[in-house]
């Protein structure tokens, strides 16, 4: 069955920095755009960060637009994301995602000192 299952989170110190995977199976992943989100506390869920089927395509959300930066590995299945210069504001679980279709559990990141 599909499956996305993210890691890497933790407890990291402002401007610190933080390198989440995804790793997907169950369907064709090189066939599928990628994506990060995050939901923070009481708040929508919210972009984060996207991936054409090649990698050459990118897009970000202003918040982290210069911080963060997305890849992929289609021969592994996996989805990274690259979070550096970390702010408060970054708490959240993230969120990687397939085409929009498909949904991981999530994996806690705080950001904090």
């Known amino acids: 069955q599909v499956q996305l299952v993210e890691s890497g989170g933790g407890l990291v110190q402002p401007g610190g920095s933080l390198r989440l995977s995804c790793v997907a199976s169950g369907f064709t992943f090189s066939n599928y755009v990628m994506s990060w989100y995050r939901r923070a506390p009481g708040k929508e869920r919210e972009f984060v960060a996207q991936i054409n089927w090649n990698g050459g395509t990118t897009n970000y959300a202003d918040s982290v637009k210069g911080r963060f930066t997305i890849s992929r590995d289609n021969a592994r299945k996996m989805v990274f994301l690259q979070m550096n210069s970390l702010k408060p504001e970054d708490t959240a679980v993230y969120y990687c995602?397939?085409?929009?279709?498909?949904w991981g559990q999530g994996t806690q990141v705080t950001v904090s000192s």
């Open positions: 995602a397939a085409n929009s279709s498909y």
